[in-house]
């Protein structure tokens, strides 16, 4: 919504230049971890997602790298747009539950 | 393909009133969900369902009722709407409750004055 982001970390980058957006997860016996891009007055859209038995997965200009040792997970948007401008969530999925937790998210702003 | 479908848009309501914020769903999934999402905050989990008839409550339940009438519906009553529950709610579903993504509707803007 159009309040989104008001206290929110931010990332300023430059166009073109490639996006490292870092969150740390609270669980470790999440089994499931899902990045979500929300648009002002949109609702969260899905990027991508990693399974808790992966440490890599790729999708189109973006990477998801989780590391479960230290309950980090990253998300790296290569070459990025004016239209990746953004507040991006991670999510994590406990196994045995059917409830997704979301970390509080960061705006990213490309600059032209 | 309306995917997650949410009315209205935005609304205000005076502390007290009571209201229903709508929430339909046209991809037969069984698993729906309700957040509300406030400043600087990600989204939390109000009540959730895995299938007609079946619900159950989240992180933030209070002052929020749910049913699950239907596979298609899953509409959230603000009993009697306090300041406090001002915020944009989402509704989300999903095929099932392991199955992933979840796909969100576009908010409703509540605000209760």
């Known amino acids: 919504g159009e309040n989104v982001g008001l206290h929110l970390p931010t990332l300023s980058v430059q166009e073109g230049d490639n996006s490292i957006i870092n969150c740390a997860y609270s669980?470790?016996?999440?089994?499931?971890f899902i990045w979500y891009k929300q648009e002002s007055g949109k609702g969260p859209q899905f990027i991508i997602d990693i399974r808790s038995n992966m440490d890599k997965r790729q999708g189109q200009r973006v990477t998801v790298l989780l590391n479960k040792t230290v309950k980090h997970l990253s998300l790296q948007i290569a070459a990025t747009q004016p239209g990746d401008s953004a507040v991006y969530f991670c999510a994590e999925n406990v196994d045995s539950s059917y409830k997704l937790i979301f970390g509080s998210g960061t705006r990213l702003l490309v600059r032209p | 393909n309306a995917g997650v479908t949410q009315t209205p848009k935005f609304q205000v309501l005076k502390t007290g009133q009571s209201m229903t914020l709508q929430c339909a769903q046209d991809m037969n999934h069984e698993y729906m969900s309700w957040y509300r999402q406030d400043p600087g905050m990600g989204l939390r989990l109000i009540h959730y369902s895995v299938g007609a008839g079946i619900t159950d409550q989240g992180e933030v339940p209070n002052g929020y009722n749910v049913s699950r009438s239907t596979t298609e519906d899953f509409p959230l009553r603000l009993l009697s709407a306090a300041p406090s529950q001002t915020s944009v709610y989402f509704c989300?579903?999903?095929?099932?409750?392991?199955?992933?993504?979840?796909?969100f509707g576009d908010g409703t803007r509540l605000s209760i004055l």
């Open positions: 669980n470790s016996a999440s089994d499931y």
């Open positions: 989300a579903s999903r095929l099932s409750p392991s199955a992933q993504p979840q796909h």
